[in-house]
T-cell receptor, first 114, second 116 residues
Framework: GENVEQHPSTLSVQEGDSAVIKCTYS??????FPWYKQELGKGPQLIID?????GEKKDQRIAVTLNKTAKHFSLHITETQPEDSAVYFC?????????????FGAGTRLFVKA | GAVVSQHPSRVICKSGTSVKIECRSL??????MFWYRQFPKQSLMLMAT?????????EQGVEKDKFLINHASLTLSTLTVTSAHPEDSSFYIC????????????FGSGTQLSVL
């Protein structure tokens, strides 16, 4: 079945530095790739997403890139701030073809040190 | 933005009792909702897909008689953990699909279930 691998599991950066989280998916039919931020004791919050017909998308300090050939996608956070500290999940979906089921990566715990 | 409300946020119950968790889409209609289970420091595990007006589709290994799902309206899905036992203790999260955005999921705030 569909599998999403996510690395690293833990990432510690200094405030102001950039953070990069990488994911790989197995099902080439996947066409939608969202990223979620989860704070302790809360539900995941959608922060950015990208569809398979786009290679890159940016929203202020957050950007996502997609390499369909390699089945890789990455999250880039620039000028990190302490409030960026959280667990980040990548995910992949096949849309209607897959019943809109979303498969999540294992998560990356990001620590931003002030 | 799309808001999903989940209640209760925390529940403690005795072993053998049943617990109902509600998931509501407040400002949009959701034909499809999903229920997840999350253990500490782990990822979200999909339990079932809830479709309005029809039976839920359960993932392999999830007992449908244990985790009853009802999606009676376009804005409400409920998960009932029947005859709860300590091993059912977990963080349960629902999500709703925003239909006009081709699959974007919005999550509730989660329910921490503790079975004594």
């Amino acid at each position: 079945g569909e599998n999403v691998e996510q690395h690293p599991s833990t990432l510690s950066v200094q405030e102001g530095d950039s953070a990069v989280i990488k994911c790989t998916y197995s099902d080439s039919a996947s066409n939608y790739f969202p990223w979620y931020k989860q704070e302790l004791g809360k539900g995941p919050q959608l922060i950015i997403d990208i569809r398979s017909n786009v290679g890159e998308k940016k929203d202020q300090r957050i950007a996502v890139t997609l390499n369909k050939t390699a089945k890789h996608f990455s999250l880039h956070i620039t000028e990190t701030q302490p409030e960026d500290s959280a667990v980040y999940f990548c995910a992949a979906s096949k849309g209607r073809t897959g019943g809109f089921k979303t498969i999540f990566g294992a998560g990356t715990r990001l620590f931003v040190k002030a | 933005g799309a808001v999903v409300s989940q209640h209760p946020s925390r529940v403690i119950c005795k072993s053998g009792t049943s617990v109902k968790i509600e998931c509501r889409s407040l400002d949009f209609q959701a034909t499809t909702m999903f229920w997840y289970r999350q253990f500490p420091k782990q990822s979200l595990m999909l339990m079932a897909t809830s479709n309005e007006g029809s039976k839920a589709t359960y993932e392999q290994g999830v007992e449908k008689d244990k985790f009853l799902i009802n999606h009676a309206s376009l804005t409400l899905s409920t998960l009932t953990v029947t005859s709860a036992h300590p091993e059912d203790s977990s963080f349960y999260i629902c999500s709703a699909r925003l239909g006009d955005r081709g699959g974007k999921l919005f999550f509730g705030s989660g329910t921490q279930l503790s079975v004594l």
